[in-house]
């Protein structure tokens, strides 16, 4: 089938599988004592072995860049710092009661929002905070998102000396029209400066964020800009598909959708971007990820230990991920939680020391096995399910499924597995729908999600 007909075909709504149950298909909502009685397992067996994950969730942000898809507060009152920082140390205190033994960390990201909204002072505080109730494990990863026009020299050699030694940027695009569009003015030379002082004060692995499909996208700016990412060489790079929802994000009503490049042309702006990386030496990894071969990334992917979660690709994984902060969400492996997504009502409810989270999912047994086969498509290309084959009904119905795909061309199937093609790649969250029990027994709630492509 030619490419603009399997276009219109897959670009369905569909998730992105940061998690299996994906977040609006919970229907097991753990109680308050369930949950912590999950964390209290998952932390038990897993601590001394392979750490604990932490993700801290910094929503403020100075303007809003209109495209943004994330939880985010805007505010330029920055005396809201001191106040966010001690309602995060307070939930993190209630994980500390429920641990019989000091945390040892493995990975913590400071994501947002825009953590370097925060001052250095700011941020040390809360670092330092957390560190001095926790052990560091020796390979332990520390991250940060860093925005070019806020990002200090002091921000970086403060977080570097705290242990961070990665950096993930958010560039987005270079054209100047798109970045008027969009309200987030950044020109080149703000995000080589941060490059080039990262470089200087000893990051190890630097990220950059980019979209395609933005308002006003054109291939050639997209071409401008990879050229321009190039000269800069980041270690590894995001490569987003633009995520339109309007119907919860208001912001993305700034522009109109007659502004975004159509079906066709936002996949071009994909295959454009991905075979210039790929001739700049970057490895694709999973969906919308390059790494140069030097990357953690890529080793991760070589050898089989990549993992993704709610912070996107990584290359250790631990069972148990703490999410701290508004909207956050955490994996115990046995369940998932997400806190309030309000400031006001996240902070009433670390102020009644409770937990502050308002949904979430106990995962069943069949829930772990199709998360399973979701992780390995989306960091491999392939799974294979020979031993739970007769288990139970949802493999036989995945099967039919994927038989249409492979029709297309887009992946082989084999007996008891199935391994996705290069002309599948772009397809990848279609394939992992048809391993997906919750969505296909809940098509309802399939509308609230974007696009696949
Ligand atoms: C949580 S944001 C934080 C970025 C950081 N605050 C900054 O502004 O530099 C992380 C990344 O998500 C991506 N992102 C945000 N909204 C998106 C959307 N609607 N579609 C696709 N990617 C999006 C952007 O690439 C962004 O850099």
């Known amino acids: 089938m030619p490419v603009k007909n399997l276009f219109s075909k897959y670009n369905i709504p569909g998730p992105r599988y940061t998690s299996y149950p994906t977040v609006p298909f919970w229907t097991e909502p753990p109680s308050k004592s369930e949950w912590e009685n999950e964390v209290k397992f998952t932390f038990q067996k897993t601590n001394s072995k392979e750490g604990i994950s932490i993700y801290i969730h910094l929503p403020f942000c100075e303007s809003l860049c209109t495209y943004c898809g994330c939880n985010t507060r805007i505010t330029v009152n920055h005396a809201v710092e001191k106040m966010y920082i001690n309602a995060v140390l307070k939930e993190w205190a209630l994980y500390l009661e429920l641990f019989e033994e000091k945390p040892r960390i493995k990975e913590l990201h400071l994501g947002g929002g825009t953590p370097t909204f925060f001052s250095p002072e700011n941020l040390q505080m809360l670092i330092h905070s957390i560190l001095s109730s926790a052990t560091r494990c020796p390979e332990s990863e520390f991250s940060f998102e860093a925005h070019p026009n806020n990002t200090t020299e002091e921000h970086l050699k403060t977080l570097y000396a705290l242990g961070f030694k990665r950096i993930s940027i958010g560039v987005q695009d270079f054209d100047p029209v798109v970045q008027e569009i969009v309200n987030r003015v950044q020109p080149f030379e703000h ?225 008891y597995g199935v391994q996705i093609l290069q002309n599948g790649l772009p397809f990848i969250r279609n394939i992992c729908m048809a391993f997906d029990a919750r969505m296909r027994n809940n098509e309802s709630n399939k509308v609230r999600l974007s696009q696949t492509i």
């Open 191 to 415: 995000v080589k400066r941060l490059t080039d002082w990262s470089r200087k004060i000893g990051f190890t692995s630097i990220n950059f964020d980019l979209i395609y499909g933005l308002p006003k996208q054109t291939k050639a700016g997209i071409i401008t800009t990879i050229e321009k990412v190039s000269t800069l060489l980041p270690d590894r790079i995001a490569f987003y598909s633009y995520a339109h929802i309007p119907w919860i994000k208001p912001g993305q009503r700034k522009f109109t959708e007659a502004d975004l490049p159509a079906n066709e042309e936002k996949l071009e702006l994909y295959e454009t971007g991905r075979q210039m990386l790929a001739l700049k030496g970057y490895e694709e990894i999973g969906m919308d990820h390059f790494a140069l071969p030097t990357d953690s990334l890529y080793h991760a992917k070589i050898e089989k230990h990549l993992h993704r979660n709610f912070m996107g690709y990584n290359s250790h994984s631990t069972r148990l991920l703490i999410g701290l902060g508004v909207s956050s969400i955490s994996d115990s492996w046995t369940a998932f939680i997400q806190n309030e997504k309000k400031v006001e009502d996240y902070y009433k409810r670390v102020d009644e020391n409770t937990l502050p989270f308002f949904k979430g999912h106990l995962l069943s047994k069949e829930d772990t096995i199709l998360r399973k086969h979701i992780l390995n498509i989306m960091c491999y290309g392939y799974t294979s399910w020979e031993q739970e084959h007769e288990q139970f009904e949802t493999l036989e119905r995945t099967v039919q499924e994927l038989k249409e795909f492979e029709k297309d061309g887009l992946l082989r199937t084999e007996k």
